[in-house]
T-cell receptor, first 114, second 115 residues
């Protein structure tokens, strides 16, 4: 079956603009995660959705970052008033409802803020 | 708080030789440990995981990892390296005793296998 997909694959924007990044999880996966991978660094957790529960937003770096998940499937990560330090690869992952199942990652969106 | 350390930024090994990529972790409860691999311009691919049971875990592409509770380590190993194994490897941990499902990743180790 299809894996996790993300769009766009690349996004170049100007400082101060808003951007939206999209994630389509694996069909049937109830858990969805957003991570950020900065150049030369590991992955940084941003936000986690599980079914209809309130999302875990503990990793969002500032109030310029927000995410939503509509209908328990597609998710959108929005960054308002982008800054150059927001430049990174944004990765989405999904997993099944079992708490011990591994996360499957999408190819990521490379965001460049000029 | 949970954390992961990958002490080596890069590991170089000759093709056919055994390889080890090191990982140590810190959690307050029981660990749930993963290894992922990232090839250039691609997303992370799952290699293997440890929850409970046998300390030696076997995964994809001939990789295995050994869980050592006393040393809080989960080193990735392969008996005979291939040039195609060259990639960026990430160790990750989750504390099974908390409700938090997000993974904490190490900073990654670049594996270079020379022909």
């Amino acid at each position: 079956g299809a894996g996790v997909s993300q769009s766009p694959s690349n996004k170049v924007t100007e400082k101060g603009k808003d951007v939206e990044l999209r994630c389509d999880p694996i069909s049937g996966h109830t858990a969805l995660y957003w991570y950020r991978q900065s150049l030369g660094q590991g992955l940084e957790f941003l936000i986690y959705f599980q079914g209809n529960s309130a999302p875990d937003k503990s990793g969002l770096p500032s109030d310029r970052f927000s995410a939503e998940r509509t209908g328990g499937s597609v998710s959108t990560l929005t960054i308002q008033r982008t800054q150059q330090e927001d430049s990174a690869v944004y990765l989405c992952a999904s997993s099944s409802s079992s708490g011990t199942n591994e996360q499957f990652f999408g190819p990521g969106t490379r965001l460049t803020v000029l | 708080a949970q954390s992961v350390a990958q002490p080596e930024d890069q590991v170089n090994v000759a093709e056919g030789n055994p390889l080890t990529v090191k990982c140590t972790y810190s959690v307050s409860g029981n660990p749930y440990l993963f290894w992922y691999v990232q090839y250039p311009n691609r997303g992370l691919q799952f290699l293997l995981k440890y929850i409970t049971g046998d300390n030696l875990v076997k995964g994809s592409y001939g990789f295995e990892a050994e869980f050592n509770k006393s040393q809080t380590s989960f080193h990735l190993k392969k008996p005979s390296a291939l040039v195609s194994d060259s990639a960026l490897y990430f160790c990750a941990v989750r504390d099974l005793d908390t409700g938090r499902r997000a993974l904490t990743f190490g900073s990654g180790t670049r594996l270079q296998v020379q022909p």
